[in-house]
């Protein structure tokens, strides 16, 4: 029996808003489920970045990262989360965003201590 895309899209929102609570993001959800709109993230609760998720075999990375860009809000990293059947989810995101963050989280850090593991 065929897979709905849509249904699977649906699944795989609930899966990344689930796995988000996991991580401490309580507020994770589904962005469509109560709006509707379009421009919305698929997944809202991660402060900051705006979630595209793609949950199919073949991705057109691009046309999926230019998605992201166009819908996300001001002061948001677009990022999309995306991942294939039997295998585990990545996040791609535009470097000079990456690096954003990687220069956030290394102020925060104790290098000394990471070296030194």
């Not at 808003?17 to 809202?44: I, L, P, T």
Request: charged share 35%; hydrophobic share 35%.
């Amino acid at each position: 029996m065929p897979v709905n895309s849509r249904q699977k899209g649906a699944r795989y929102e609930r899966e990344l808003a689930a796995a988000f609570k996991d991580e401490g993001f309580k507020q994770a959800r589904r962005g469509q489920q109560y709006c509707g709109a379009n421009g919305d993230a698929d997944v809202v609760g991660l402060p900051g970045i705006h979630v595209e998720a793609k949950r199919v075999e073949r991705l057109n990375i691009h046309r999926a990262m230019d998605q992201a860009v166009r819908d996300d809000r001001q002061g948001e990293i677009p990022a999309v989360f995306h991942r294939k059947n039997n295998c585990e989810t990545l996040v791609t995101m535009r470097i000079g965003d990456w690096f954003k963050l990687y220069h956030e989280w290394e102020a925060g850090t104790d290098q000394k201590l990471i070296k030194d593991k």
